[in-house]
């Protein structure tokens, strides 16, 4: 499989860059080492190296590794939930909206499989060591509190109510959403997956009551 544009290494003049253009920098390189390297290849000194940055610019700009990881996560989770709920849809329906956006965000999956396999070994990682642990637990409240803010905004603005809380619908729209894209990472199976986005939204959708116009 061919290797994703992350990989390629930045030569572009440091000078006058800002500290946010440098973490963005880190948080590019840092994702390439994991993708290309695997995630015990990321050290703060590869990441430096594959940035173009003196291995001093780690710390100038993150506190640690963890941060840098947590920049990665959050980066990406801008990235989803944009994917997800930013999709035009002609219809205002529940089961067409769900359906857009379970789609859209395994359509970052299948565009950038590794660098998601890499995304998913981290977040393991975080789960497994107590030094990462607060990570894991970071992304997950803020995927569940983007999703749920999401949903609000959206379900408002189509007059669309749930028979449950939100975040409870939320919860079940991450599980079917993740789900579907670790299933189609194992794989590669277009049409299964296209099946189960189907079946998903059908029966999110039994949980939504649409106001009559």
Known sequence: MAKLGYGRRMTTPQEHRSVEERREQLVDAA????TDDGLPAVTTRAVTA???LPHGAFHYCFGSKADLF???LERELRRSMA???AVEIDSPAATAKITAGIRANLDLVRARPDAALALTELISLAR????????????HDSYLE?????????????????RRPVVQVSRVFIAVSEGIT???????????AEQSIAVAAD?????AEEDAA
């Open 31 to 34: 994702l390439a080492v994991m």
């Open 50 to 52: 594959r940035a173009g």
């Open 70 to 72: 947590r920049a990665v």
């Open 83 to 85: 994917a997800a709920f």
């Open 128 to 139: 497994r060591d107590p030094a990462l642990h607060d990570l894991a637990r970071w992304e």
């Open 146 to 162: 983007e999703v749920t803010a999401n949903v609000e905004v959206w379900s408002s603005a189509h007059g669309i109510s749930w």
């Open 182 to 192: 670790s299933s189609w990472l194992s794989d590669r199976d277009d049409a299964a």
């Open 203 to 207: 029966a999110l959708a039994t949980l």
